[in-house]
T-cell receptor, first 112, second 112 residues
Framework: GNSVTQMEGPVTLSEEAFLTINCTYT??????LFWYVQYPGEGLQLLLK?????DKGSNKGFEATYRKETTSFHLEKGSVQVSDSAVYFC???????????FGSGTRLQVQP | DTAVSQTPKYLVTQMGNDKSIKCEQN?????MYWYKQDSKKFLKIMFS???????INETVPNRFSPKSPDKAHLNLHINSLELGDSAVYFC???????????FGQGTRLTVV
């Protein structure tokens, strides 16, 4: 069935380190892909998205590229900050069900 | 103006009680959702409505009943609350069910 697999956390980094959070998906067709972020005690916010193959989504220094051949959408940031500490969710829009399917979330902890 | 608002933010109640969570969106979207986030942060779709019509009804106990009085509102009523219902419940909305979803701040339900 349709699913999203993302790396388990927590991921602990020092400030200004490079971040990669891996995400792969299993879905029918070519769905839109998303990264959402959840800061402590808050709801989910859309971080970035990509709607077709080879698209690159970017926001707040984060980037992810829609790789059709590897069914992946890895999240990257060149230099993380303490304020980036949050839980990051990879998701795709299941066009058949018309709802988002989420990965299990990856907690990022950035230390000063 | 809050795009997707849900109330209450916190709800503590005893087993066996009946409670409701309300959700409203002012984005003009035609699709609304309820997601459940468990203690491990895993997000799972419960229901979705499109133009007040039920589209998705996952394997959720029938003690949970969504109600959509109009396109801008989707409420969640829960009967005979159980300890296992303790979770954070998120309301969300999207346009035509095929674009990114916007989430409310969540309702943390604690059943004691």
């Amino acid at each position: 069935g349709n699913s999203v697999t993302q790396m388990e956390g927590p991921v602990t980094l020092s400030e200004e380190a490079f971040l990669t959070i891996n995400c792969t998906y299993t879905a029918t067709g070519y769905p839109s892909l998303f990264w959402y972020v959840q800061y402590p005690g808050e709801g989910l916010q859309l971080l970035l998205k990509a709607t077709k193959a080879d698209d690159k989504g970017s926001n707040k220094g984060f980037e992810a590229t829609y790789r059709k051949e590897t069914t992946s959408f890895h999240l990257e940031k060149g230099s993380v900050q303490v304020s980036d500490s949050a839980v990051y969710f990879c998701a795709f829009m299941d066009t058949g069900r018309r709802a988002l399917t989420f990965g299990s979330g990856t907690r990022l902890q950035v230390q000063p | 103006d809050t795009a997707v608002s849900q109330t209450p933010k916190y709800l503590v109640t005893q087993m066996g009680n009946d409670k409701s969570i309300k959700c409203e969106q002012n984005l003009g979207h035609d699709t609304m959702y309820w997601y459940k986030q468990d203690s491990k942060k895993f997000l799972k779709i419960m229901f979705s409505y499109n133009n007040k019509e039920l589209i998705i009804n996952e394997t959720v106990p029938n003690r949970f009943s969504p109600k959509s009085p109009d396109k801008a509102h989707l409420n969640l009523h829960i009967n005979s609350l159980e300890l296992g219902d303790s979770a954070v419940y998120f309301c969300a909305s999207s346009h035509e069910g095929n674009t990114e979803a916007f989430f409310g701040q969540g309702t943390r339900l604690t059943v004691v």
